[in-house]
């Protein structure tokens, strides 16, 4: 990645400065053999899985051209995010996914082409190694500001969903009652006919979970 003199016009939009980012990233992926496909479009957005999971959060997407009306790439980066360089490197790494195609998934030629851009670790949550990482500081420093405040995991205002009741009913005599999911796990109750109490049908098939 060749060191260029700072833009003159300063991105205004987030899906500018991305853009921008793509074009400088270009270069770089043809020169390794594994050119990016002429056009296709890069957006902040949440990924459609585990965009605010705790553990294996997913903080960028790539969907495929079959997937789009428009048959082009569609690359998503989580809003969480908004330190430059740490959104270059996820996009970075969605970029590998569209030049080798979605169908790769995180294989052979997946990781051939992330590791000569330069991205380490689990090919499933790459991180820039050094030299990439250097690269990407200098190329921040290009693009200027990126234009987006990140977003909270948690929004605050929002009320966090209270414990959820499931109902159970006695196949005996109809009764009906709700309890938690926790003291059905425990035994569930014995209805006042003496009858032991079922989860209601449509509960058990959504909620209960084999034993490990």
Known sequence: MATEAPIDSPS???????????????????????????????????????????????????????ASLDGLHQLFISPLLAEPVLVLAVLAHELVHAAVGTPARHGPRFRRAALALGLRGRMTATVAGPDLQARLEELARLLGEFPHAGLLARDPDRKKQGTRLLKIVCPSCGYTARTTAKWIEIGLPTCPCNTTMRLNGSESRRTLRPAL
């Open 12 to 66: 205004t939009t987030r899906e500018e400065w991305l853009r921008a980012a793509v074009d400088h990233l270009r270069p770089t992926f043809a020169a390794q053999g594994n050119p990016l496909p002429p056009a296709l479009q890069v957006s902040v957005g949440f990924p459609s899985v585990g965009a605010l999971a705790r553990r294996t959060r997913r903080v960028g997407e790539c969907w495929s051209p079959q």
